[in-house]
């Protein structure tokens, strides 16, 4: 059981903006979401007070902004609730590989403003990574066709750096092989031998080459060092690996 509670207290408010180029500068939906932010978890501004039907024990819960973009108590909750449902509820047991596919400064800030430009980038990635995987599973299993055959692929978009500046980024879960669809109706799921650097090279020059077409840009050939931040980050991972303490049975 509960009741609502608070104060008469005014908001907090965002200082205005001085000149016409900070206005535009600061959306009106921003704005609303700065200014709820700062109310966020304040008692003043009203709660609810839960009682134990039992025992009587009460304790108050203040109201929260529900912001999507900077309030990090919001976000760090929605994080966990969301983190809760897809490995109790939407994740197979299989195994994964995090993907991360950053973008040069320009193109990131860009992508912060282009919700259709994001929609590209994530389709060409799970295109590109899907390809990828059906090869190497029907290789690796000896398959007559990979139609039958179905990579899980989650890509949560992230906006900021760690200094909270617009830098958007993408997280992609991907599945360490493929799904097989059974003539019985119920998938298989076939695993994949780790991909080798240059697996994880030519799908990110395939989502380069894409992006270019989107972006109806020249099709240059990426950075020659993308091969060499790929062999990097995978000798990186190996020794993290390599280093983990192992459970005592």
């Known amino acids: ?9 005014g908001p907090a408010r965002v200082r205005p903006a001085d000149d016409a180029g900070e206005r535009r500068a ?19 501004q009203g709660f609810l007070l839960l009682a134990c039907r039992q025992c009587g024990e ?9 912001g999507r973009g900077t309030c990090p108590l919001c976000m760090g909750r929605r994080m966990c609730e969301t983190a809760a449902l897809l490995v109790d509820h939407r994740l197979p047991a299989v195994p994964y ?21 994001v929609g590209q980038v994530c389709r060409s990635f799970t295109n ?7 090869r190497q599973v029907k290789r690796e299993h000896e398959l007559s066709s990979s139609r039958v055959l179905h990579p ?31 003539a019985e109706g119920r998938p298989r799921f076939l695993p994949t031998g ?9 799908v990110l020059v395939a989502v380069h080459r894409d992006l270019a077409a989107a972006l109806d840009e020249p099709a240059t050939e990426p ?27």
């Open 97 to 117: 590989r995090q993907w991360v596919l950053s973008f040069p400064g320009p193109l990131a800030v860009r992508l912060g403003y282009d919700k259709e430009l």
């Open 128 to 134: 590109r990574v899907t390809q990828a995987l059906r």
């Open 1 to 9: 059981m509960g009741e609502a509670g608070g104060s008469q207290s």
């Open 152 to 182: 899980g692929v989650l890509c949560v978009v992230q906006r900021f750096r760690n200094d909270l500046g617009l830098f958007v980024h993408l997280h992609c879960l991907v599945t360490d092989g493929c799904f097989e669809e059974l």
């Open 223 to 249: 950075d020659a060092g993308i091969g060499a931040c790929v062999q990097l980050a995978n000798r990186r991972q190996l020794r993290l690996v390599a280093e983990a303490p192992v459970p005592n049975p």
């Open 194 to 202: 780790a991909l080798t650097e240059d697996h994880l090279v030519r």
């Open 26 to 44: 600061r959306p009106r939906a921003r704005r609303a979401e700065l200014e709820a932010f700062t109310t966020c978890g304040d008692f003043d």
């Open 58 to 66: 009460q304790v108050r819960v203040p109201f929260s902004c529900k």
